[in-house]
């Protein structure tokens, strides 16, 4: 192992996006810009701009290739081929990685699947960089991304990439779709040598680092490390005073809503949606549910007062489940689906309810149990053990750089040929 450096520490971030579209962007520039005003030396290296306020106002550099992402493919052709392979990016890594300590610097890798690719990691792995990637979905692994069969609805356990999983039409658009993503998984592994050059892992729950485990470098590292929840500390909810159960997020059929519909209408509870999507129709039609449409995140955590219960019925794994620990901070109790990394911090029975996921009877039962005295219970137990150690950006930060420093310090160091 090389001698430690004096250098102070630099990460360059990666992630396909320079502004926040979607919740891996989110974590990846908050990470960088807290991880600047924490002294530590940032770039951020995105593909699509603009560049948001929140980098530009930030103590860091920022590379921004100002480049099309994938959904602009029926405008512009060319992105599909950049989809597989962002020739510009790996260049450029190369150019901004040149001039650094590699006994100081990083490279973690956020979201690569819209615009980047995998390039940056080969670039990175040939100079001998050590490299973190954060497990925000399950592209890693599985083509499409969820471990999730859109035709049946259901999680799915066929080996990823296996003969059974290429024969199986399981995307949520069509089949072509699910070939040029088995392709580009495909590239991702031979062209950009992801997972294999990668030996250190950030995963947001137990069970998605499980799930993942198998088809990581059996010398990696897996690193736990949870979102930032980002809710001031008041007073817990009266939730026995409130009526309806909430759910938040995309109404989308592998979200679970169409589910709780039927469950909220048969258990005869009133229901809330906080978000919106192509189910909005088809909801309102199967009980009369309000539907607030998408608000701003400090709306949602303002109406989750009002709120009874939480409901996170997704069918398919998820990684984390941010609003079931925001929920949990404000002493709301969640109902989660058994199948989801959030059923992880929710204790069954104690600080809320597991239900079977896919089973529209059993959550019936759960939400024709929510009596004041049980609300009141489970809200409280939530509300003291979230806050019991709540995970705050300063606490997020200090881990973060504990994993750095763990990292730079092991024998592993990453080499490939360009």
Known sequence: MSAPSSSPLTVVVVNDFCLVQGGASKVAIDEAVALAHAGVRVIFFGAVGPVCTALREAPLEVVCLEQAELLEAKAKP?????????????????????????RSTLVHVHGYTKAVTTSPIRAAAAAGFRLVCTLHDFFAACPNGAFFDYGTMTPCTRRALSPACLARNCDKRRYAHKLFRVVRAQSQRQLGRFPGAVRHYIALSRHSAALLRPY???????????????????????VAANRAVFCVGRLDEEKGVRLLAAAARQAGVPLVFVGDGPL?????????????????????????????????????????????????????????????AAAERVIDGATGWHFRSGDGGDLARCLGGLSDAAVTAMGRAAYASFWADPPTQEGHVRDLRQIYRAILASPHAATDSA
């Open 78 to 102: 060319w992105v599909v081929l950049q989809g597989l392979w962002n020739a510009t990016a790996h260049a450029r890594m190369r150019q901004v990685l040149a001039p650094l300590d590699r």
């Open 216 to 238: 990581l470098p059996a010398d990696s590292q897996v690193h736990p490390l949870g979102n930032v929840i980002d809710v001031a500390a008041q007073p817990p909810v009266a």
């Open 280 to 340: 909005r129709a088809t909801l309102q039609s199967i009980c009369d549910a309000e539907i607030t449409g998408w608000l701003p995140a400090a709306e949602v955590l303002v109406r989750l007062r009002a709120a009874r219960c939480l409901v996170f019925p997704s069918l398919w794994y998820e990684t984390y489940g941010l609003v079931v620990s925001e929920a949990a901070a404000l002493g709301i109790p969640a109902i989660v689906s058994d199948v989801t």
